[in-house]
């Protein structure tokens, strides 16, 4: 029998394994198909991978149906205690010893056997179901006899059904077929091959593993407040704009709102006759105090560099005394360095318009008086368009 029992191992291991992993690709299959196919497929997703994951203690007893060359009775009860815990939802691993003991057929002597191997189990189905599985295990038989005492290496391969009862407990029944190598415990054969059914009690022990948080979700990114906010792209954010939404290009005041820009030059006056042909310094050809004419200058480069699309004309003018020929020359004298003033300071050539003379056209005094003709002597920034 044991050459036979050696070839019916091999072809059932190869089997059950085969027939595990089979299942279990199978279930995996339909737990993909349900989860693309209806919501019921995350709850069984997650029946299936919420494992309880605690050591437990398998006291187990069950029977054997002996190998005829052994010589024995041929059913005999067994004992055994199985340590072992779930590594995955599918797949458990035990530390086991049982033990039995057979009354030889010609002697009232027994023939006593203590087992200690490993066993691994693979599962098919649901955690909460009943779950069929496939057994494999290797071991080592310690054998006392009237011949012999000794170990012999041993393995088994089964099938199972196992069950969750409570929280803590399963119920398992399984039956399979054992080999055991021993070839020294008779002296005629030597190899034995013995079916095998056991009843098992699984206890869990310890706490339940809490299951692992939900993944915590990125907090929002901080949303801008109004103050880092211009929403119509005017300059003004919009806790100061008073006007939201205005048109693009639409020059507005502090407040948002439309306005209207004013370059007002008074107070940058010229000298008399100033300035002469040729003349390109401004300060020298300005009205005392000059540096009041100079900031006054400046104030208008500002305000052409906050109003980017304001475009202006400059123009020149003179007071009442000499030709109408050499004032219209000396205004647009007057206003030619006003030009090049704006344009060495960063004022774009093509936001302005001119330089252009007027004379002494278009008087803003009286020309009767000196404090009236220097009023005179100007150059005026005229606003043309502000879109």
């Known amino acids: 029998m044991k050459h036979k029992a050696l070839y019916v191992l091999v ?19 339909d737990n993909g198909q349900a989860m693309s196919s209806s ?43 199985g340590f072992g815990k ?14 039995t003991s057979r009354k030889i057929d010609y002697s009232s002597s027994h023939w006593k056997n203590l087992t200690i191997g490993m066993a691994a189990r693979f599962y098919a189905g649901s955690w909460d179901s009943w ?47 054992r080999y055991d190598w021993d070839s020294n415990s008779q002296v005629t054969n030597g190899g034995y091959g013995d079916y095998f059914l056991g009843l098992s009690l699984v206890h869990r022990f ?15 990114p901080p949303q801008p407040t109004c103050d880092q906010l211009d929403s119509d792209n005017d300059g003004v954010n919009n806790c100061d704009d008073k006007c939201p939404n205005t048109a ?39 009205q005392k105090p000059t540096s009041d004419s100079m900031d006054i200058l400046n104030q208008a480069v500002d305000t052409l560099k906050r109003y980017p699309n304001v475009h202006v004309m400059v123009a020149g003018y003179t007071d009442s005394i000499g030709s ?3 004032n219209q020359a000396l205004s647009e004298r007057r206003a030619k360095i006003v030009y090049d003033y704006l344009t060495a300071n960063g004022v774009d050539a093509s936001r302005l318009d001119g330089p252009v003379g007027h004379g002494e056209s278009n008087p803003v005094a009286s020309n009767s008086t000196d404090e009236g003709r220097a009023r005179n002597r100007r150059t005026e920034l005229q606003v043309e368009d502000q879109q």
């Open 248 to 286: 693009a290009g639409t020059i507005v005041g502090p407040d948002g709102c439309p306005t209207k820009v004013v370059i007002d030059l008074r107070g940058v006056n010229f000298k008399f006759d100033r300035p002469h042909k040729g003349e390109t310094d401004i300060g020298p050809t300005l």
């Open 11 to 29: 072809a059932l291991t190869l089997g059950s394994v085969s027939a595990a992993h089979a299942q279990d690709a199978m279930t995996s299959s």
């Open 206 to 220: 310890g706490e339940v593993a809490a299951p692992p948080p939900p993944p915590v979700a990125p907090p929002p």
């Open 131 to 177: 779950r069929p599985y496939a057994l494999l295990g290797a071991m080592g038989s310690h054998h006392t006899s009237m011949l012999d005492s000794g170990w012999a290496p041993a393995a088994e391969i089964g099938v199972g059904l196992s069950k969750t009862i409570t929280k803590n407990n399963d119920f398992r029944v399984e039956a399979g077929y």
């Open 324 to 326: 109408d020929k050499y």
């Open 39 to 81: 919501s019921m497929s995350s709850d069984a997703s997650a029946s299936k991978d919420n494992f309880d994951g605690r050591w437990y203690v398998a006291p187990t007893i069950g029977g054997y149906y002996n190998d005829t060359d052994r010589n024995t009775n041929s059913r005999q009860i067994y004992y055994g205690l």
């Open 86 to 99: 779930f590594v995955n939802p599918n797949v458990s691993i035990d530390g086991f010893a049982d033990f």
